[in-house]
């Protein structure tokens, strides 16, 4: 009853170092999606995959890379950190595939990043 | 940019109380979800309500749209002080892309 599992929960980098972030789904979802959550603001899509295979960009796709491994797996690099990326992001899953409704999401807990 | 906007950013009521939130977007909608965030946790999706629908309820939830003023509100009714989260809007656009839009939020707080 695992759901949307992410990992680590909580990471404290230096400027300029890298890391990735894990992501994976046991609802045999197509559809995954990396958000990042400011304080008080709501959350902002960084990539997203439409399906195993087909990753594309959103809204703040800069500074980070993404990696559809699988059906269940979906990484999220930030390639050289900066304090800009001190956030929590969050990963989601959707049953949605092209043609259909999007039913809404289901997210992990998060994972609270800092970047000093 | 942020698609939907919430209406107020805070809201504080007594045990008991409706609570009355509010969210308007800027294009066109495929349908508009809401969520609920409890301090440090992920999202959960709480009730969606399709472009051409008006009303739709689930327990004590009740959500109205309005697609000529690009406007919803989520009443939550005899409110408990489990209820006290942040509550987000979330709007899909006509590109059937599967990409959710969220809002700022309203933060409850229920007091018992």
């Known amino acids: 009853n695992a759901g949307v599992t992410q990992t680590p929960k909580f990471q404290v980098l230096k400027t300029g170092q890298s890391m990735t972030l894990q992501c994976a789904q046991d609802?045999?979802?197509?559809?995954m999606y990396w958000y990042r959550q400011d304080p008080g603001m709501g959350l902002r899509l960084i990539y997203y995959s439409a399906s195993e295979g087909t990753t594309d960009k959103g809204e703040v796709p800069n500074g980070y890379n993404v990696s559809r491994l699988n059906k269940r797996e979906f990484s999220l690099r930030l390639e050289s950190a900066a304090p800009s990326q001190t956030s929590v992001y969050f990963c989601?899953?959707?049953?949605?595939?092209?043609?259909?409704?999007?039913?809404?999401?289901?997210f992990g807990s998060g994972t609270r990043l800092t970047v000093v | 940019s942020q698609q939907g906007e919430e209406d107020p950013q805070a809201l504080s009521i007594q045990e008991g109380e409706n609570a009355t939130m509010n969210c308007s977007y800027k294009?066109?909608?495929?349908?508009l979800q809401w969520y609920r965030q409890n301090s440090g946790r992920g999202l959960v999706h709480l009730i969606l309500?399709?472009?051409?629908?008006r009303e739709k309820h689930s327990g004590r939830l009740r959500v109205t749209l309005d697609t000529s003023k690009k406007s919803s509100s989520l009443l939550i009714t005899a409110s408990r002080a489990a209820d006290t989260a942040s509550y987000f809007c979330?709007?899909?656009?006509?590109?059937?892309?599967?990409?959710?839009?969220f809002g700022d939020g309203t933060t409850l707080t229920v007091k018992p």
């Open positions: 294009t066109s909608i495929n349908n």
């Open positions: 309500i399709r472009s051409n629908e």
């Open positions: 989601a899953s959707s049953p949605y595939f092209t043609g259909t409704t999007n039913y809404g999401y289901t």
């Open positions: 979330a709007t899909d656009d006509n590109t059937n892309a599967g990409k959710s839009t």
């Open positions: 609802m045999n979802h197509n559809s």
